[in-house]
């Protein structure tokens, strides 16, 4: 077994794990991330991307809310590039008209939320489908933020700093030491999977950051993390049909939030609880009740083309907490296991929101230094990460790139205007097991057609680039070993890139298993005319490639199941009217 030594083991790779990886790097500290697949595959990469004014929180949560606007201003300058600088709206519809507007502006003031009311006639000038019925509108300084990009960026920023990154190690076991009345944990003991080896990493403390999956990796040492899984789900129109942030003002419920973000506007979003963060199912009452909320913001917008339907889970805390995860609070909660469970060597960082996770490590890295007999101060909320240096992001700085340089004949994805470049310094780039992975880095097939014309085209780049890589032609005894291992995904599936280690020796499982991913996110919104791009996609798929009897048809799928087949009776219903 390979053994490791270090001060701060993370365990999770969201925004939380890789903002502690950060701060705990930048304060001196060696430090060795773990995260069981890719970078953002958990809740960070399945939220709607609203970078909080604090707004939305306000009234509800105002301690929440507080540290929202305050981390709002420090992310604008650490991670500009990340963060497109929209504005939001607070919108008071027909059905929103009681004192809550004056109460939120109130609320605002006391916090110190920059919130100026316009003319409803200025902000249709800026926003022309929000509803004309609105009585009046609220400025705030929302945003939208590539929570994918600024995750790399963070982690990029730890790795500079001396961290070490390591994707697809999954923690088996937490390790424990002493008895019950003296018991540390001493790390963790993980398997790499895409090496099919175990690994023993030691540290002096341990933080876990796994969010939705913090129950879980606590209860592999005995520990009780009772998590509030809030399941949100969310739909993606396909194009932007708005420049700015909409929020209803009321409280925070369903369907009550449109967020434009990169090349698309987001409607969101659902709260329910669910048992298992794992396994989703997304349900039709939720893509009508998203559809019927979101006409009241703008109307018709239930008649735009959507191009995928998705669902995360919140991560919540609240101790005791037994009611709906919608009403539980958003705060971040630090759970100091040596105080409250008699278990020193661990703590869990829970709760709070995409925009608060610099805080969030900053809470946890203080609570370790004092543990570890320390005083290192944190340097993050003045320290930018890699990329900052571009200035806030720009819609049209892909589009200017290819123009500019004459690349539409090295397009792979029209929709997103992903390079062949692009995609291969990804792959180069970064741990790679799938081309989820690669969406997750340069937006692969994110668009319209949701893959329909670059999987195959993915596929064959990283497959040619793989042979290329190779030092000598394949034997017939290796070419025998391929196929004999067809039923092992994870072994068959290594090469080494660039030094990075990646897959791409199975074009074929590749491509079945990316074109299923993206299918899972349709299956709740076919009808019009993304039924009609999912036709086309079939067609190719199977009609002409017959990707379902390519040679690697009984290997095991390299992804992880993450949505379970939803009902399909809405969208029948919505085909026999006619929409």
């Not at 396994?279 to 703008?298: F, N, Q, S, Y």
Request: hydrophobic fraction near 40%.
């Amino acid at each position: 077994m390979k053994h490791i030594e270090t001060d701060i083991l993370v365990i999770g790779g969201g925004a939380t794990g890789t903002g502690i990886a950060w701060d705990a790097a930048t304060r001196g500290f060696r430090v060795v991330l773990v995260e069981k697949r890719d970078l953002t595959h958990g809740t960070t990469g399945r939220y709607h991307g609203l970078l909080h004014s604090g707004g939305r929180y306000v009234v509800k949560d105002p301690h929440s809310a507080a540290e929202c606007i305050a981390e709002n201003r420090i992310l604008r300058k650490t991670h500009a590039h990340c963060i497109e600088d929209t504005g939001g709206f607070f919108v008071v519809t027909p059905e929103d008209e009681n004192t809550y507007p004056d109460e939120f502006q109130a609320a605002c003031k006391k916090i110190g939320i920059p919130c100026d009311e316009i003319s409803v006639a200025e902000a249709l000038k800026r926003e022309p489908l929000m509803n004309p019925r609105a009585s009046r509108v609220f400025v705030v300084p929302d945003g939208a933020a590539d929570s994918f990009q600024a995750t790399h960026s963070t982690a990029q920023a730890a790795r500079q700093a001396g961290a070490n990154i390591l994707n697809y190690h999954e923690v088996v076991a937490l390790i424990s030491e002493g008895n019950e009345a003296d018991r540390r944990i001493v790390g963790a003991r993980v398997r790499d999977v895409m090496h099919n080896e175990d690994v023993e990493i030691r540290a002096r403390m341990t933080i876990n950051a796994a969010g939705a999956w913090a129950g879980v990796v606590a209860h592999t040492a005995g520990l009780r993390v009772d998590v509030i899984p809030g399941k949100g789900t969310m739909l993606a129109v396909n194009h932007r049909i708005i420049n700015t942030v909409l929020n209803r003002c009321k409280m925070p419920n369903d369907g009550d939030i449109i967020v434009p973000i990169h090349t698309v506007s987001v409607i969101g979003t659902t709260d329910e609880r669910v048992a298992d963060p794992e396994h989703l199912t997304i349900e039709p009452w939720e893509i009508d009740l998203l559809l019927r909320e979101g006409d009241k913001l703008i109307p018709n917008l239930s008649r735009s083309r959507f191009v995928r339907a998705w669902a995360g889970v919140r991560p919540l805390y609240q101790e005791h907490y037994e009611g709906a995860s919608r009403d539980a609070t958003r705060d971040l909660t630090l759970l100091d296991h040596k105080t409250r469970d008699n278990v020193s060597g661990i703590l869990t960082i829970i709760g709070g929101k995409w925009t608060t996770f610099r805080l969030m490590a900053q809470v946890a890295m203080d609570k370790a230094c004092e543990y570890l007999g320390t005083n290192k101060p944190c340097v993050t909320a003045t320290t930018p990460v890699p990329g900052v240096e571009h200035g806030h992001y720009w819609l049209g700085h892909r589009l200017h790139e290819v123009e500019e340089s004459h690349l539409q004949s090295e397009l792979v994805c029209e929709c997103e205007l992903v390079t062949r470049a692009m995609l291969e310094n990804a792959a180069h780039n970064n741990p790679t097991f799938t081309l989820d992975d690669l969406r997750r880095d340069v937006r692969l097939g994110m668009g319209p057609c949701q893959g329909g014309f670059c999987t195959y085209r993915a596929a064959g780049i990283l497959h040619e680039s793989t042979v290329a890589s190779q030092p000598s032609p394949v034997s017939a005894e290796q070419s025998e070993w391929n196929v004999a291992n067809l039923q092992s995904p994870t072994e068959n599936m290594r090469s080494a890139v660039g030094g990075r280690q990646s897959q791409f020796a199975n074009p074929n499982l590749l491509l079945r298993d990316f074109v299923q991913e993206r299918w899972k996110g349709l299956l709740p919104i076919l009808w019009g005319r993304q039924l009609k791009q999912e036709r086309l996609d079939e067609f190719i798929y199977l009609g002409l490639m017959n990707a379902d009897h390519l040679p690697d048809a009984e290997a095991k799928s390299a992804m992880t199941e993450f949505y379970e087949r939803p009902g399909i009776q809405a969208t029948a219903d919505r085909e026999a009217q006619g929409d």
